[in-house]
């Protein structure tokens, strides 16, 4: 299929590079053009615009970082709704706001376009290695026209329902999971370490019984080495995801008193000048609080 794809960061190239190896014809966009070399060298062709680079697309995929850079390159002038042909698809698959999902599927309507969401589970490794776990949702006939893009992209595709929003909002709680997670790890971790017990003991533990979930082991890997830079994920994302989780929860009138705790959390990494490091930094925090060296 023809495809172009905006954002070619830490997820958005290995996304790309996917969708390659599957014998798709790529277009790129991206604001740093630097990033887009690698696929250069494989034949890709570069976009000097968003709505050139979706002008020819069957599908136009965007995987951006928030909800004001998806508006800038979806709708300005020479934005990605300007260029998409009629009957076309931009399947956003970045982590946005319920309220921009509808908006964007309200807007794509309007000009004969199709809208549809499909967010993903994992982080850069498994994207590179066409391991990501898919959320889709959007009009089941066009899901079903663009399977083998998604079956290109993931290692399971899961179909949510008919409205994009809906696969927004299950990235939210998805995310928010993973958060929490980390939260109770670090918590877990200081308490235990407090008492004298070696953090990779506490780990070896909780990955080998009863939380064997990759969500333990990988983050509660992460955590206990110390490993937050280069960031997979920064802090900055990781504030953004939930800060949209408590609005989602405002808007459905949903009470969230966790996310709440963790939202902090995140303000107090930026705070302490951690912004760009990869979120899982967050579970270091219940050792500070602690007494603990973190």
Do not use: W
């Amino acid at each position: 299929m023809r495809i172009a794809v905006i954002g070619l960061g830490a997820m958005g190239a290995p996304i790309a590079q996917r969708l390659v190896d599957a014998g798709h014809e790529l277009t790129v966009y991206n604001r740093t053009a630097e990033k887009a070399r690698a696929l250069v060298e494989r034949g890709v062709r570069v976009a000097a615009s968003p709505a050139q680079a979706a002008s020819a697309a069957e599908i136009a995929i965007t995987m951006l970082a928030d909800d004001e850079t998806t508006e800038e390159l979806v709708l300005a002038p020479d934005g990605l709704a300007a260029g998409l042909p009629s009957g076309a698809v931009h399947m956003a698959m970045g982590t946005l706001s319920i309220a921009l999902a509808e908006r964007l599927t309200a807007l794509h309507a309007e000009r004969g376009q199709v809208h549809v969401a499909a967010t993903v589970l994992g982080r850069p490794p498994a994207a590179a290695a066409g391991e990501l776990y898919v959320m889709a949702a959007g009009p089941a006939a066009v899901l079903t026209r663009i399977r083998p893009v998604l079956d290109a992209i993931g290692q399971r595709v899961f179909i949510i329902g008919e409205q994009p929003q809906q696969a927004n909002l299950l990235k939210l709680c998805t995310n928010f999971l993973i958060y929490s997670t980390i939260e109770q790890l670090g918590e877990v971790f200081a308490l235990a370490g407090k008492g004298g017990i070696n953090r990779a003991a506490v780990l070896e533990v909780l990955t080998n019984s009863f939380f064997s979930a990759p969500v333990h082991k990988n983050y509660g890997k992460l955590i206990v080495e110390g490993r937050f830079d280069p960031p997979g994920a920064k802090v900055t994302i990781g504030e953004k995801d939930t800060r949209l989780m408590l609005r989602a929860g405002e808007e459905l009138a949903v009470p969230l008193p966790f996310a709440s705790i963790v939202y902090n959390r995140f303000l107090a990494a930026i705070a302490q000048g951690e912004r760009d490091l990869d979120f899982t930094v967050l579970g270091r925090y219940a050792e500070r609080e602690a007494g603990l060296k973190g």
